[in-house]
């Protein structure tokens, strides 16, 4: 007889949380309670089944979700801390099994390896163009590292001979520095298991139990880190909607949920479709708008909180008209909702800078999420590159960064004399500096700085093995004086740096209160943090404003969707592909069924794009939202005046010329659709078009009676 910890589950979740074993994939809408089905399994695995936490993994995408779903175990099961138990991203599991086992792969990579994050990476490529005068790529450094990102993802292209001479270089640079990337991890985690037996095996042994979380997400790789681990056992426990797969840029594969079926074909599906977070009016209509995709499984969201409000749709004559209405509505809203509970969102970052001078403006408070988060803040990087510098003295990125930082007369002619050495015995720069000092190869003054900063590292060595993190970092600070440093600089924000620096003292200290961790796992969960992690860092009673992307997971009471415009949603870059349209409408799809109670689409007529006015067209995806669910707002002599949503298919005398790709086009039995490609001319002309519901579709253009819009 199974505990009353399970009483409060509807059905479909009692179905999923007590599956036999076996590979079993549960189809969780939005707002069904996905997170709970996954705790509760892995509750019912140890309460009811007696399984091992030793022998369960249980995955996840952000550090926000895998401490959730720790909390939310560790509370049914009336327990502390159960240290057997791995639940964390699949980073996090990756870089935990390479820290144990990397040296046997023999790639001069030992169990100390630093964690590169995006900006350390970007730091190395940059040093790489430098010194090899390789600054005619043609990419920008941001594009080089996203695109080594998509090749270890599997996702990438062909390379050209620069890029790939510039690839073979960041490798060996990693390799030097004793480094791994985020992309590393999981590569490197999938080589070991495949070419190590014993590795390989003691992991498939171990795991018998594998819950994954936003299943919809995993790229290649991470499917391939999957199958291995189940090798054995085949209990494979996937949760995800392929409805919100929306990262295909980061190579995500919406087919590996929705082929799962044809993989294992005796596995058991489970469809969680009671939604507990939206009004039945957000929720079918979001429903309506995904059901437009060819590529999913399919399901029927319901939910108990029927009717609620209509969908208020406000189309501006400009930007600022836009930006205007959202700021003026949000003021109305404030008095029966905190700013808290309100949330902008947009498709990409550059459509906030409109908001930001609007809100400001209008002293609405607001939070920028996905913005500088607290661990990339330039005072609390430079600590954390001393911390990384004694464990890993490779470290060539974080040695650069903290060599003259507070300054000790190490300058730019110095570093290079560093250099020098580090290339003439090929050996780290951290080693060139002992062997320059020891050698006499640098004038005397720079020696001396040098050899007290050999003396500061080597004491924090020591300090950072047998002090505890919080205490090593707070001797750190207070011997490099770091925070008089802060205060002394002619900058602004010198009272808040102060306070970040004692603030990452303070992290610290939780750390070891909360996880019981040493500095080594510390540096490893900021190094992989995401937005989301940062969401309540340092804004209160604020307003949040995101990207649809950084609000995955998320949940406010009042949204507002801006820019639904052609071009913003589907993005201009995706409108000539069928599958990155349907990620373009799951995206959508998404920023909807983030709306608890009010949803609000804005969009303008007008927009200044690259300093020209641009008239733009509302989004194609408005059309699939049924008409009866959304209300226009006007705004005249500033009253605001609702009423219900008509749009105008304008119509066309058929001129061939401008059938031309990317034109909107309406057919009286297929709907609205997106010319591809046209072939012939005149009366001969055929038309290949994307029908959002049909797909594509040929057509004589003289019979098709084609509208354009």
């Not at 985020?182 to 095996?201: P, Q, W």
């Not at 990087?381 to 040695?399: E, G, M, Q, V």
């Not at 940062?534 to 949040?544: C, I």
Request: glycine content about 6%; hydrophobic content about 35%; proline content about 3%.
């Amino acid at each position: 007889m199974t505990s009353s910890i399970f009483s409060d589950l509807n059905d479909k979740q009692r179905e999923a949380v007590f599956s036999k074993d076996g590979p079993v994939l549960v189809l969780a809408g939005a707002g069904s309670g996905k997170t709970r089905v996954i705790a509760y399994r892995i509750g019912y695995l140890l309460k009811e089944r007696s399984v091992s936490p030793y022998s369960i993994l249980a995955v996840t995408f952000t550090n926000k979700a895998s401490t959730e779903m720790k909390e939310r175990v560790l509370k049914l099961l009336g327990k502390d801390r159960m240290p057997f138990l791995w639940i964390g991203t699949f980073h996090s599991i990756c870089a935990r099994i390479l820290r144990e086992d990397i040296e046997k792969l023999n790639l001069k990579i030992n169990r100390h390896f630093t964690i590169f994050d995006k900006e350390d990476s970007k730091s190395v490529i940059k040093r790489i163009l430098k010194d090899e005068k390789l600054g005619d790529t043609s990419f920008g450094v941001s594009e080089i590292s996203d695109y080594f990102s998509l090749i270890k993802r599997g996702a990438g292209r062909t390379f050209t001979s620069n890029i790939s001479s510039l690839y073979s270089l960041y490798e060996k640079n990693l390799v030097e520095q004793n480094a791994l990337d985020f992309d590393d991890l999981l590569l490197y985690t999938v080589k070991l298991l495949k070419e190590v037996e014993s590795v390989r095996i003691k992991y498939q042994q171990r795991f018998q139990h594998i819950l994954v979380d936003e299943y919809q997400d995993t790229n290649d790789v991470q499917e391939e880190l999957l199958t291995i681990l189940a090798g054995k056992w085949k209990n494979l426990f996937l949760v995800g909607d392929e409805d919100q797969s929306i990262y295909g840029f980061r190579g995500s594969k919406v087919r590996h949920i929705v082929e799962f079926p044809q993989r294992y074909s005796n596995a058991k599906i489970i469809r969680l479709e009671k939604n507990y977070r939206s009004f039945d009016t957000i929720l079918s209509s979001a429903s309506a708008l995904v059901s437009h995709n060819k590529e999913r499984l399919g399901k029927t969201l319901w939910t108990d909180k029927k009717g609620g409000e209509k969908i208020k749709f406000f189309s501006g004559e400009s930007d600022r008209d836009e930006a205007n209405f959202v700021a003026d509505e949000i003021f109305k809203l404030s008095s029966s909702y905190p700013h808290n509970k309100i949330a902008i969102l947009m498709r990409t970052n550059s459509q906030s800078r409109g908001f930001e001078e609007t809100f400001l403006n209008k002293g609405i408070p607001y939070q920028i999420v996905g913005g500088i988060k607290f661990y990339e803040r330039k005072e609390v990087k430079d600590i954390i590159s001393y911390l990384r510098l004694a464990i890993n003295p490779y470290d060539r990125i974080s040695l650069l960064r903290v060599i003259n930082t507070p300054p000790r007369g190490i300058g730019k002619t110095t570093i290079e004399a560093i250099e020098k050495v580090s290339l003439e015995k090929n050996i780290t720069l951290y080693e060139a500096i002992v062997a320059g000092v020891n050698e006499n190869l640098f004038p005397q003054k720079a020696s001396q700085s040098l050899r007290e900063f050999i003396e500061l590292i080597k004491d924090l060595q020591v300090e950072v093995s047998n002090s505890k993190p919080s205490e090593a970092s707070a001797n750190l600070i207070e011997k490099i004086d770091y925070i008089n440093y802060l205060e002394s600089l002619s900058d602004l924000k010198k009272e808040s740096r102060v306070e970040n620096i004692k603030e990452l003292v303070s992290a610290l200290k939780e750390f070891e209160v909360r996880e019981g961790g040493n500095l080594e796992m510390f540096l490893e969960r900021q190094s992989l943090s995401s937005d989301q992690d940062e969401l309540n860092e340092e804004a209160g009673d604020s307003v949040k404003v995101m990207t649809i992307h950084s609000a995955k997971g998320l949940e406010f009471p009042v949204v507002f969707i801006v820019g639904l415009e052609d071009g913003f949603f589907p993005h201009e870059k995706s409108k000539m592909k069928e599958d990155e349209v349907e990620e373009e409408r799951r995206l959508l799809y998404v920023g909807m069924t983030r709306a608890m109670e009010k949803l609000y689409f804005t969009n303008s007529k007008t927009r200044y794009i690259y300093g020209n006015v641009i008239v733009r067209d509302p989004s194609p995806f408005l059309f699939e939202i049924p008409l009866k669910n959304i209300e226009e707002i006007k705004i005249t002599n500033e009253k605001a005046i609702v009423s219900k949503l008509n749009y105008p298919l304008e119509k066309h005398e058929l001129n061939y010329n401008i059938l031309s790709p990317g034109i909107r086009v309406y057919h009286k039995n297929y709907g609205v659709g997106i010319v591809l490609s046209s072939e012939g001319s005149g009366e001969s002309l055929k038309v290949t078009v994307s029908f959002s519901k049909f797909g594509r579709k040929k057509l004589l253009a003289k019979l098709a009676n084609l509208e354009v819009m």
